[in-house]
């Protein structure tokens, strides 16, 4: 009954699209600005991310600075006390000692600023190859309902409630199961890359009596969790996937219309590529 119920409600939908142009233009307007909204939200971030860098990059630069101007201080000193004839042979080593120890500081600093700049290059290309690998294996399914975007350095996938779920249902429709497994076979490839799942919700209440489930916390943690399920019984190391729910707290859209709604019902599956060798450095620091 339900489905001849959708069904019924598609032909009209169909026939609502052949009578009315200014419609399709509305939706196709609609779809386009969404998508510009992702892309500014995409850019966005990356500028943040740029920014963030560059400041730590500004930060070596400036201690870099402050030794050349010791180091500078220290040869003045070593020349004026050369010139002079005041600096005993004690002094003159101490500050031999000094200078050699400025030198190898600034070679240290040199050093570790260009193997940050190296690995985050590295991290770059990496997370572009992985999304263009992401984006070749779905590359089958409907922009409104999958997107792959890079946000933060990581690489989102965002599907669609249309494309994996009943209103309502944890239960993943085929076709989902279909997009899931295409992801699931990139990345039991990509060893270095951890995946988090995350559900989202609108901000309609489920029905009350609703089995299993009390509110939309439920309902995102087991759409999230079934999912997770799908992928790991695809062949991806489950030590590798952790399931999340996000409930109704981080909508794409804050309007309370049916379109804002229909897009804040989503998944997103999130890449991220391990930074071990980062993290090491910035410790380090």
Not at 49 to 63: N, Y
Not at 82 to 99: F, P, R, T, V
Not at 137 to 142: E, R
Request: aromatic share 4%.
């Amino acid at each position: 009954m339900k489905k001849n119920f959708y069904r019924a409600s598609l032909f009209l939908f169909i026939g609502s699209l052949s009578l009315s142009s200014c419609v399709v233009s509305k939706k196709k307007y609609d779809d386009l600005m969404t998508r510009k909204n992702a892309l500014e939200l995409d850019k966005s971030d990356l500028e943040q991310q740029k920014s963030s860098l560059e400041k730590e990059k500004a930060q070596l630069e400036q201690e870099r600075a402050e030794l050349e101007r010791q180091k500078t201080e220290y040869q003045q000193s070593l020349q004026q006390a050369l010139k002079e004839g005041k600096a005993l042979g004690d002094n003159l080593n101490m500050s031999k000692s000094q200078i050699d120890k400025l030198n190898a500081d600034l070679k240290a600093r040199e050093q570790r600023l260009a193997e940050l700049q190296r690995i985050l290059d590295e991290k770059d290309k990496a997370v572009n190859a992985l999304r263009s690998k992401v984006s070749n294996a779905l590359l089958g399914f409907n922009d409104k309902d999958l997107t792959v975007n890079i946000r933060n350095g990581k690489v989102y996938v965002s599907l669609a409630e249309q494309l994996l779920f009943n209103s309502g249902s944890t239960k993943v429709d085929p076709k989902g199961v279909e997009a899931l497994k295409k992801l699931a076979a990139v990345l039991k490839e990509q060893q270095d890359v951890n995946v988090v799942v995350e559900g989202h919700t609108d901000d309609v209440p489920i029905a009350r009596g609703t089995v299993g489930m009390q509110d939309n916390w439920d309902l995102s943690v087991l759409r999230a969790t079934e999912i997770t399920r799908i992928i790991t019984q695809a062949g991806v190391q489950p030590d590798r996937v952790t399931p999340s729910g996000r409930s109704l707290y981080v909508p794409l859209d804050n309007a309370k219309t049916k379109e804002a709604r229909q897009k804040n019902r989503r998944t997103e599956i999130i890449l991220t590529p391990k930074l071990d060798e980062l993290f090491q450095i910035l410790e380090s620091a």
